[in-house]
């Protein structure tokens, strides 16, 4: 087996796999920053509490939170796993299953994102900066996513067929 240069073995653009990394890492932030806020009640959230835009009301409450866990920490475990499957050491494995998963991490985003907004609008009827943020970040990523098709060379894919 030839060992191939790692620029070689990228099945998309680069400027795929840095946008997608580069997200994954914003909307990290993002959920660490929402994680620590939940649980930590004398920081000062940065975020306008008026109007519509009401991030306290929306980050906290009956609908703030699942099985007992907040939706922050839901978030920060996502990015996580999207931080590491979006990283270019990820991107340069030849096997189409990581892609695979890759993609289905994001659409699963896209579900959780979509329950997270009905609450925000249906049911709360506020809106927060942050938690857009986390959505817009969750969309680009699998729009990048959804838009690139994943083609690893025929070689790439021999060499993953026999390993999976």
């Known amino acids: 087996m030839t060992t191939v240069p790692l620029s070689d073995r990228y099945p998309v653009s680069r400027w795929v796999v840095t946008s997608t990394f580069v ?3 914003i909307g990290l932030g993002i959920s660490v920053y929402l994680t620590v806020l939940h649980y930590d009640t004398s920081i000062t959230d940065f975020c306008p509490n008026t109007g519509v835009i009401n ?5 906290s ?4 939170s699942a099985f007992g866990l907040p939706f922050a920490l839901y978030g920060l475990a996502y990015f996580v796993a999207m931080a590491a499957l979006c990283s270019p050491w990820v991107w340069a ?5 990581v892609h695979q998963l890759r993609l289905l991490a994001s659409a699963t985003g896209i579900a959780m994102i979509c329950y997270l907004i009905y609450i925000e ?3 709360k009827h506020h809106i927060c900066l942050w938690c857009t943020g986390v ?10 996513l959804i838009t690139n098709r994943v083609t690893p060379s025929d070689e790439l894919s021999e060499d993953a067929n026999a390993s999976w």
């Open 61 to 64: 409450g009956p609908y703030s």
């Open 135 to 144: 959505h817009v970040t969750t969309f680009a990523i699998f729009a990048i």
């Open 93 to 97: 494995l030849p096997q189409l299953r």
């Open 121 to 123: 609008f249906a049911i």
């Open 55 to 59: 991030c306290g009301l929306v980050t």
């Open 23 to 25: 997200l994954s890492l």
